[in-house]
């Protein structure tokens, strides 16, 4: 009840056109600044540049398109599956004249909404366990959830990525689980240089990179902000010697099992990421350029740009003087590198961004590669480019408002495009043709099955074994964790227990077979039909597969049910003929309906139709 | 599960596959025509199978049994194929650089150490990419059993395996749905076509096409005579009782139903050989599982006659330590370890390389995951120094600087 009436405000609020941002305090005035932005405006500021552009090129605009296909596309892309078929209906019928932008913040408002982009940020942050002991993710996967949610502003959720710290498993730092999922403090700097500011230059952890500019050298300057952080599962040295050691020792030398518990359910507790940066790093052991000698001492510094405040404690000379293996004191370094790769200053963190986002609604790159893009490029429109790098600067990075700019706009609410290997043309006119990510798909069969499908998406934080037991180490002594690993559930069973409990806690979340996508994971099983359909193993960024596969196809064809008590199922219960069935399966299924050379197919049985329509090209390709 | 599975002669919507004559694969190498990979995780123990040529302590309870080849002698978990060393290369000074296990397995199968960055393809995707050519009908890279799924890396998802958990439950949908009869399923496929014939002409792209392009492939492959390969229950008694009932031994039957249709490359996998505790309580079930699995596998193969042409290998990311802890289980050893190689003319009835023999360290002729694998590859003919570019242009080799050893073939 409560969110209905959250987006009834802004919807409200939006026939206006303007939507106000909690402005944050002014640095000279320390007031409140109220920022007035018009969505509307903006939405045909990006429309006129296009005109521009497609007059400039004698290319036609592209048609408007009708209701159905509207509905359909906002559903997708919004909150990323189809409207059941009274969502629909209810659409296409409503008079109203603002029943378009009226649907566009109802659906960014909804719990589809953090379903659909919890997915989308997941696979940018690669969720994951890693290794078999070293990260467990359900905290992570969970503040990404939380910061969906409360539409915590990009850049503020990209500056507490990249500078988080603390226990792995302490609920609500789950945050930490960024820095967690490489166990290669290098690597981890180049995915997150590609994660946020899209640029490729992983080569250079190496070597000068061979294309582009960035040197070895660079690499490590830029690597100098994070020095000495890294990812430790043990209790530090002295707790160690203090706390846990001795029984440690003993139990290691009576029982394995019991061993085994100990050593586990004492990192649940103390698992953390330790080191905010030095601001020093030094040269490989193999440097092999002559700018540099191996070991030689790196100040800190950015690829481009402003140089941030570094608060050094100690001279570059000092620490030169000092054994090889010493990088200097702890001065939250780190902390000055984030805030350089998010400032609105930084030219690739904005550009990186709108990049990504127009790439998801509008299936092509606005700029360049996801992940390959260089400071000068500004893709084949440049003013375009840097008017969306504005409207989300003024936007202040809050990522609905962005979406809902692009969603309003004529661009987005025109005929779709068909884009083959070699485009010719101008391109960026209009959304793309393009197949449905996994979730979307499979997320869309429930839309077949109940009125509700986002019904069991979360509201709130959710427990997992680990931040479960966390809380409960809180208060325990060496003691309790010798007697908890002795006496407790044993070696097969605590963590089952503990995942258990956890669910308790969590209360009813309704039965599997109608969870959105996003609700699986961890600490339930893998969605093995997302996972056929191409859902990104998370791996490495941007991992989805969008192509078909030969045990895809068998499942889609052989395997895929739709029950009799589905939504659909009943709707065609309930009709009186042959005709009325088909409207629904056409509506239900595919969100239009059906035209007069498809009227050939009536005379075939409901159920051999709905199977064609489940399995056909336009259920699972964008349009 | 990985992201990718199989596709060939399908959904390639333009991208054509090679014929044999224009691959990497070069004839004079090409000794073995088929590989089958039989990989257990969790780390085998080395002092407790097939290397017990060291001091008494470091071999434990296991005691030592004669075998048939003369100067090899293994350890009494091994009974059966004590019948058949005969066949068999015992490479007991292999070494790998990491000591733990997704690292270990991930480096044994693709041959590079994981990086955030960029994931490898495994040995079977590098195969299954180069060698796989137009006259194929059936995949050439297949995982049987659970464990790592044979991915294909930064390979386009084509060249990863075709998934086969349950050897005797075969392909997961590969039959119509029993609640569909056959006339009701060809007037879906009917409708099927108008449908997207129509979607085709007004929205159709590459992609469009790539799905037309596999449901036609998937329902060929659907009616092909050669996923009778995956019915097991169709292969004659006399070679059924060469094998056990376990589920490794239904799927070396499986790997070799396949090997005998041509296909390349088959990874079969038997995990649960981490014993931290107990070794001696534990491991005796799944000792027995392999010597019975892998002495039927070479039986069949020989019995065919197609152990000259397929190359058998067993590999594990890692050894046990030559001591036993105080739980008395054996912990990890990547230095010195034991893998095994028999078929397309390996030097078989021989041990190469040593430990110390304190079984602290590889000794002589050190061979390298990475040599381990770039022979393999040497001996289907494939150059291990074949350089692809991931998708940001950084060039991978196949075998990662390792060196082919000749001397491990005849």
Known sequence: MRFLMTWMAVGLCFCVSFVLLAGEPSRATGKNVAVAVDISASAQAIDQLIAAELKKQGQAPRGQINDYTFCRRIYLDAIGRIPTIIELEGFVSNKNPDKRSLLIEKLLHSKGYNSHWYNYWADLLRVKDVGDKLHHSGNFSEWIKGAVRSNKPYDEMAHELISASGELYKPGNGVTGFYARETMPLDHLANSVKTFMGMSIECAQCHDHPYEDWTQQDFYKLAAFTSKTHLRVDPLPQDEKKIYAKDRHVLKNRDFNEWIVYRESIRVKHAAIYGNGTGFMRLPHDYEYEDGEPHQVMEADVLFGNMPKVNYEMTKAKLASLPKNHLGPEIDARSSMATWMTSPDNPMFTKATVNRLWHAVMGTELVGQLGGLTVEEMGDHPSLTEKLINVMKVLKYDTKLFLSVLFHSDTYQSKALVLNATPSGYVLDGPVVRRLPAEVIVDSFLSLKTETPDKYVATEFRWDGFTHFYEKSKNMTAKDFVEYSVKGPGRAQFQNREEREAMKRNGDMGPHELWRVSTFGRNYKENWVSMLMGKSNREVIDGAAREPDIPQILFLMNGLGIPGDALVNRKLSQAATRKDKMEILWKAILGRLPKKSEESIFGNAPDDVMWALINSNEFRFGR | ?410
């Open chain 2, 1 to 410: 599960m990985e992201r990718r599975d199989f596709i060939y002669r399908v959904g390639l919507a333009g991208a054509s596959l090679p014929f044999l004559d224009a691959t990497a694969a070069s004839a004079q190498t090409a000794r073995a025509k088929s590989v089958v990979y039989i990989f257990l995780s969790g780390g085998l123990s080395q002092y407790d199978s097939f290397n017990v040529e060291v001091d008494k302590p470091v071999l434990g309870k296991s005691n030592i049994i004669k075998s048939n080849a003369d100067g090899v002698r293994v350890s009494n978990y091994y009974p059966k194929l004590a019948k058949q060393m005969d066949k068999i290369l015992v490479l007991n000074s292999m070494k790998t650089d990491q000591g733990a296990h997704p690292a270990g397995i991930y480096k044994m199968l693709t041959n590079y150490n994981p990086r955030a960055t960029v994931t490898h393809p495994e040995l079977g995707a590098w195969v299954n990419k180069n060698l796989t050519s137009q006259q194929d009908s059936l995949p050439n890279f297949v995982n049987i059993g659970s464990g790592r799924a044979g991915t294909a890396g930064f390979f386009p998802g084509q060249w990863a395996a075709l998934p086969v958990k349950d050897p005797d439950k075969g392909i997961d949908f590969v039959k119509r749905n029993k609640a569909v009869a056959e006339k009701a399923f060809r007037n879906r496929l009917d409708i099927l076509s108008s449908l997207n014939a129509d979607f085709q002409k007004n929205f159709g792209t590459k992609d469009t096409q790539s799905y037309v392009d596999t449901y036609a492939g998937s329902l060929r492959f659907m009616k092909s005579e050669d996923i009778d390969a995956f019915e097991l229950q169709n292969e004659n008694a006399a070679i059924t009782n060469l094998y056990g009932k376990s589920k490794f031994s239904r799927s070396c039957l499986l790997a070799a139903r396949l090997v005998e249709r041509g296909v390349r490359f088959v990874k079969v996998n038997l995990g649960g050989w981490d014993y931290h505790d107990n070794i001696y309580g534990r491991m005796p079930a799944n000792a027995n599982a392999l010597d019975s699995g892998l002495s039927s596998l070479l039986s069949h193969l020989g019995q065919k006659g197609l152990l000259d042409s397929t190359l058998v290998v067993v590999s594990t990311e890692f050894g046990r330590k030559p001591d036993v802890n105080p739980n008395a289980g054996r912990d990890h050893h990547p230095d010195g370890f034991t893998c095994l190689m028999a078929g397309a003319g390996v030097k078989a009835g021989q041990i190469y390389g040593t430990t110390t023999s304190d079984g602290k360290h590889a000794d002589e002729n050190v061979v390298d995951v990475t040599d381990f694998n770039a022979s393999i590859a040497w001996r289907l003919g494939i150059d291990p120094n074949l350089e692809e570019k991931a998708a940001s242009g950084r060039p991978f080799e196949l075998a990662n600087k390792g060196t082919v050893r000749k001397e491990l073939f005849g």
